[in-house]
């Protein structure tokens, strides 16, 4: 776990003082947000390039962050990574050594790197990881190879490592687009200070999955469902979008519960079947009903992973939270309000 207070390196000024700073030094270090998806994604036209098969839309989490610190070295023969204060080998280096190597290959750099990642909340606990790690790698990355990125391209390099990471990359509500490699990116539609949700996470596990998003994306063009789930996400992210820049949660909800389930009954009935949820989830989901008719303005949505985000005004946060901790199963919650972008801190 990190220390909780991010230093105030928003400011634009800043901010170009800290890139001009990491090429001088070939290190930098990045924060990022973890985002929720309200509208998901789920299946790829492309999977090499994480060319989506639908748009989506989601919410940074700004209590919640990994800190990133790429350092280009001439002394290391081949990258190193270290999560959470642990050396990480295998797929997990490999990943992040492609990703680093397009930053390698537009720098024409040829040294390698260390990379050190720690983060605030737990991985594999149902909080898309991968979305806040590749944001952070992405602009860290950048910034230490001396490359100018602004959002946009930050954006795409992101999504080249895990596609729920170009959302993370701007800040507050963001909609990431579907296309070629060049304009499917991700922007913001909203600031974080436009809206005050809270997404609470409750957890029922913290077990890793057995097949991650990846590996599931790959599986989604196996469920008859899939075509007809890319056919509704257009009207869907239409309505999410109106009801979120109108601040209408009762419109929003329904919408994003809707969404979720159709992805789920994608990737039930996909093959071999993917189910993600556990006993706890569906407590929760017939909860969120429950709470729902004694008036509390509650809505469900879950990834690939059995907890569940509870999303709901802040007014209304507390009552939820504890209401949530009394069901039998439910390990802890995780609060969060809207996040800035991904952005370098030092
Ligand atoms: C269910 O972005 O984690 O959370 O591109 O393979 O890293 P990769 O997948 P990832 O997929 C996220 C799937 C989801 C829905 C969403 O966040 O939109």
Redesign the pocket.
């Known amino acids: 776990m990190v220390d909780n207070t991010l230093p105030d390196s928003s400011s634009n000024k800043k901010q170009l003082h800290l890139w001009e700073q990491a090429a001088r030094r070939q290190q930098a270090t990045a924060i990022a947000h973890p985002?929720?998806?309200f509208?998901?994604?789920?299946g790829?036209e492309d999977d090499g390039l994480?060319l989506p098969a639908n748009p989506?839309l989601?919410m940074n989490l700004g209590s919640l962050y990994t800190k990133t610190t790429v350092t280009f070295d001439q002394s290391l023969p081949n990258d190193t990574l270290t999560i959470n204060h642990q050396a990480v080998t295998g797929p997990a280096l490999k990943r992040v050594t492609t990703s680093l190597d397009l930053i390698r290959a537009e720098a024409s750099l040829q040294l390698a790197a260390h990379i050190e990642s720690e983060s605030n909340f737990p991985i594999g606990s149902g909080i898309?990881s991968?979305?806040a790690a590749?944001a952070a790698l992405s602009v860290a990355g950048a910034a230490a190879a001396g490359l100018h990125m602004d959002e946009a391209a930050l954006s795409r390099l992101a999504?080249r490592?895990?596609?729920?990471?170009s959302?993370s990359v701007p800040a507050g509500y963001c909609r990431w687009d579907t296309g070629t490699d060049l304009i499917s990116i991700a922007t913001s539609i909203a600031p974080p200070e436009y809206w005050g949700l809270r997404d609470l996470v409750v957890i029922v596990s913290q077990e890793h999955k057995a097949v991650?998003?990846?590996g599931?994306?790959q599986l989604a063009q196996t469920s008859s469902l899939q075509a007809a789930r890319v056919a509704g996400v257009a009207k869907r992210l239409q309505v999410c979008q109106e009801a979120l820049l109108a601040r209408d949660l009762s419109t929003m909800g329904p919408i994003i519960e809707e969404d979720a389930i159709i992805?789920h009954a994608v990737m039930m009935s996909s093959r071999p079947p993917l189910y993600y949820w556990n006993p706890t989830t569906m407590a929760i989901i017939q909860a969120t009903q429950q709470w729902r008719s004694e008036g509390l303005g509650v809505y469900f949505t879950i990834?690939?992973g059995p907890n569940v985000h509870l999303i709901c005004e802040a007014c209304q946060a507390e009552a939820v939270i504890a209401a949530a901790r009394k069901i039998p199963g439910v390990k802890d919650v995780i609060a969060s309000e809207p996040g800035g972008s991904a952005r370098l801190v030092a």
């Open positions: 985002n929720i998806a509208i998901k994604y789920w790829n994480r989506s989601s898309a991968s979305a590749f999504r490592g895990s596609g729920s990471a959302r991650g998003s990846t599931g994306h992805m990834d690939a």
